[in-house]
């Protein structure tokens, strides 16, 4: 893999291809933005540009031939280091990076090593959405005072998932959805098959190959425009569309995995709706992604009187429910609620406060 690769970040490329002309390259950063748009393929193809033995790190290029390059590719390079929170646990367990008895020294303690072969070492910390408190902690110092030739990349979707303490210490770079074009040809490379044309998933897609993925399957699909339509009326929570979440959902014993990106999934997609709704409550005329938004968002604009301070509060209940995913076992005890909440909000009613 090469930058040719790297689609829809090449002003993001260019700012790392300046810093390393100037020998600027900062040894801490985070990168933000919506989930599946390339931000860990953006990460890992920085880290092979450093790590290659045919060109100078200042050209922050890669040959994808050289040793190193095959290794970073074959994800066994000794000097990359590579974090994600594990599928059963609700954040990033402060074992990764403190260590402890079962699981080794931990990355604190890795990140300082003496580099094995490729000259620095580079840590890439995915889903930084979820550092608790005490993992956070247990990475200040390093983040502080990086070790000398390494570099720590956090991955999350957003500024505000971060804790102060984290934006503080790291250079952010932002991220921004693939443009359409960018993620058709992706898709279209990814030869994934029979299902939703690519004519109505790329623009539904919201410029991310994993919701595109999601939304692959045709009844995943037909479930995003209801879900789209039933937020246009402003009752959320009528007719009984609970259960249709619930059915889209799985059962019990669906993997847990599956079910919290299909919660998110639902969490974004009301986010993006009720955003483009502000905006057109507020006199702004933003351009729907694709005709089924369009024809939502004119329903639920018709139906409107309530205050526009009303939909940031819906968008905000919305990030509050999706920030408590990964701690529901029951999802009608979380679904249930939030869509209460929209109805109540969406008709003007104020909520009594509550902790999410």
């Not at 900062?26 to 990460?43: D, H, M, N, Q, Y």
């Not at 620095?120 to 990475?139: G, K, M, Q, V, Y």
């Not at 639902?266 to 955003?275: N, V």
């Not at 939030?338 to 509550?354: E, K, M, Q, S, Y």
Request: proline share 7%; net charge negative.
């Amino acid at each position: 893999m090469s930058w040719l690769e790297i689609h829809g970040h090449q002003h993001q490329e260019q700012l790392f291809r300046r810093a390393a002309r100037k020998e600027r390259l900062a040894s801490t950063f985070l990168f933000v933005g919506p989930e599946g748009i390339g931000k860990r393929k953006f990460a890992r193809q920085l880290a092979r540009a450093l790590f290659c033995e045919r060109h100078a790190e200042n050209e922050l290029q890669s040959c994808d031939a050289c040793p190193q390059c095959l290794q970073v590719s074959a994800g066994s390079h000794p000097d990359l280091l590579e974090l994600r929170k594990p599928d059963d646990k609700n954040s990033l367990p402060i074992k990764m990076f403190a260590g402890d008895e079962d699981y080794g020294p931990g990355l604190c303690h890795d990140i300082a090593i003496k580099p094995a072969a490729g000259g620095r070492r580079i840590a890439i910390i995915d889903d930084a959405d979820f550092l608790s408190t005490e993992s956070a902690n247990s990475l200040l110092k390093t983040l502080e005072e990086p070790p000398p030739r390494s570099i720590l990349i956090l991955l999350g979707t957003s500024e505000q998932q971060q804790l102060p303490t984290i934006l503080s210490r790291c250079q952010i770079v932002r991220f921004q959805p693939l443009p359409i074009a960018d993620l058709r040809l992706i898709l279209e490379g990814m030869a994934i098959g029979e299902g939703t044309p690519l004519d109505d998933l790329v623009p539904a897609s919201s410029g991310s190959v994993q919701q595109a993925l999601l939304l692959h399957p045709p009844e995943v699909f037909a479930f995003r425009t209801q879900l789209l339509q039933q937020l246009a009326t402003l009752n959320p929570a009528g007719g009984d569309f609970l259960k249709l979440l619930l059915g889209f959902l799985g059962d019990k014993d669906s993997e847990a995995v599956v079910k919290r990106a299909k919660l998110r999934f639902i969490a974004d997609l009301a986010i993006e709706f009720y955003g483009l709704l502000l905006q057109r409550t507020s006199g702004l005329n933003p351009s729907p992604p694709d005709s089924v938004t369009a024809g939502a968002l004119a329903e639920a604009t018709q139906r409107w009187t309530a205050p526009a301070v009303q939909l940031a509060t819906m968008i905000e209940r919305t990030e509050a429910m999706s920030s408590q995913i990964e701690m529901y076992l029951n999802s009608a005890n979380l679904l249930g609620p939030w869509l209460a909440d929209l109805g109540n909000l969406g008709h003007g009613r104020t909520l009594i406060p509550v902790e999410f």
